[in-house]
């Protein structure tokens, strides 16, 4: 089984920074690709950030310069560093990992965590 959990949202002010972490378990897995979304209330979900399958970093223009996705292979985990927070980045974020795994190629999806930018 391949779990990702998710760590770090909360309540932060207009213009200030959070963190989220990504862990990805299960045994004897490959992570192909893995990164953020998000999904704000009404709306679908969308990309954040992404590393891809070829190791290259995806970013939304709406993020570009404001949010680094970072990562650390040994632990299998992604980052999310975001600065700058603006009321429109309220949303639920959900890490995704593309998976190779005993049981095969997988899509996983994190529960999600909520990030509220609001004064």
């Known amino acids: 089984q391949v779990q990702l959990v998710e760590s770090g949202g909360g309540l932060v002010q207009p213009g200030g920074s959070l963190r989220l972490s990504c862990a990805a378990s299960g045994s004897s897995i490959v992570i192909n690709a893995m990164g953020w979304y998000l999904q704000a209330p009404g709306k679908e979900r969308e990309l954040v950030a992404v590393f891809t399958s070829g190791g290259s970093t995806n970013y939304a223009d709406s993020v570009k310069g404001r949010f680094t996705i970072s990562r650390d292979n040994a632990k299998n985990t992604v980052y999310l560093q975001m600065n700058s927070l603006k009321p429109e980045d309220t949303a639920v974020y959900y890490c995704?990992?593309?998976?190779?795994?005993?049981?095969?190629?997988?899509?996983?999806w994190g529960q999600g965590t909520l990030v509220t930018v609001s004064s």
């Open positions: 995704n990992a593309v998976v190779t795994a005993p049981m095969g190629y997988l899509e996983v």
